[in-house]
């Protein structure tokens, strides 16, 4: 099947005056339970992972058993919303230059029924998949302006990823809180995670336009991988630059992302950007960051998530 796949990669069929070059994928199983089942899914692996043969014997009962989970994690989610169990947690952010605290980022924790506290890796996605995700995305708004009163000498950093902001309910929902709490907007840093597949960028920038009207401040959040480039990240007018915790770990041991800070630094600079280091876990790494003059540490050295 192989070669066969290759002959036909090299074969060209001409049709009046233009040639086509052709391309197959195949998915095979040889199994008993299920073979046209097995057969589909590989075939949807193949097209998704760009893989021109796949073999797909079992993969039927693996989707079946994701299937199964989602279910039980969409469970979970929607009860853990109707008991008031999707709760925030704020990680503290300091000052490098007097090592105070001036922000905490809001982090969204649900809470099982067995009790147990989970972090987003364990539902978020799944939740994106369903209903239940913008509900998410209200509550933990809801619950970082309402911890504007019981800290008021430091601002709320709030997570949005670019989908977020393509929701009309979530910018409606945004809105009416900038409007119940409009003496704290200053206070409030929306830190904005890019992402490829953005349908509609003006849209995006008329968003962030309005919110700065109200006082309130843009990060880009894991700046410095991924999706991140400079020309994009202008054009959303940010306030604060977030370095990326996979640059900042590791640090004092390795050069090549020591100067890589060091080069977003410097254009944080020239562009009168604050910069937030991430994953700052002690003490060798607080002392390289505030040397290479990020101006604000966040990380487990200087304290963990914390209910208010």
């Keep these: 099947m192989e070669q066969f796949l290759a002959n036909v990669k090299e074969h060209v069929v001409k049709i009046d005056t233009i040639e086509y070059d052709i391309s197959v994928i195949c998915s095979y199983t040889y199994g008993i ?7 589909k899914i590989g075939m949807e692996q193949a097209i998704a992972t760009k893989q021109p043969i796949v073999y797909a014997d079992g993969l039927s009962g693996i989707e079946y058993d994701n299937a199964l989970k989602n279910i039980e994690t969409i469970h979970t989610i ?18 490098n230059r007097t090592r105070k605290i001036a922000k905490y980022e809001s982090l969204v924790r649900l809470v099982n029924e067995g009790g147990q506290l989970l972090t987003p890796y364990f ?10 995700y913008s509900k998410i995305t209200k509550i933990v708004l809801d619950n ?3 911890a504007l009163l019981k800290i008021p000498d430091a601002a709320i950093s709030i997570n949005l990823s670019l989908h977020d902001i393509e929701r009309e309910e979530i910018i409606r929902h945004i809105f009416q809180l900038l409007d119940r709490y409009p003496e704290q907007t200053s206070r409030i840093v929306f830190e904005l995670l890019e992402s490829e597949d953005i349908r509609d960028i003006a849209h995006i920038q008329r968003f962030i336009q309005n919110v700065k009207q109200r006082g309130v401040k843009i990060a880009i959040d894991d700046f410095g991988t991924g999706y991140s480039n400079f020309e994009r990240m ?12 996979s640059l900042i770990r590791n640090i004092d041991t390795n050069e090549v992302n020591r100067n890589i800070v060091e080069t977003i630094v410097l254009f944080a600079q020239k562009q009168r950007l604050e910069t937030v280091a991430e994953f700052v876990e002690n003490e060798a790494i607080y002392r390289i960051v505030t ?6 540490s966040q990380g487990y050295h200087f304290g963990r998530p914390e209910l208010f």
């Excluded at 929607?78 to 000052?95: C, E, H, M, R, W």
């Excluded at 539902?123 to 239940?132: N, Q």
């Excluded at 007018?237 to 990326?244: A, G, Q, S, T, V």
């Design 144 to 146: 970082s302006f309402a």
């Design 123 to 132: 539902f978020l996605e799944v939740a994106k998949k369903g209903r239940y």
């Design 234 to 245: 202008l054009s959303y007018e940010p306030d604060i630059l977030k370095i990326d915790g």
């Design 78 to 95: 929607k009860t853990a919303i109707d008991t008031g169990n999707i709760l925030s947690y704020f990680q503290p952010i300091v000052d």
């Design 291 to 296: 040397d290479l003059g990020v101006d604000y």
């Design 33 to 39: 339970f299920k073979v046209f089942e097995d057969a």
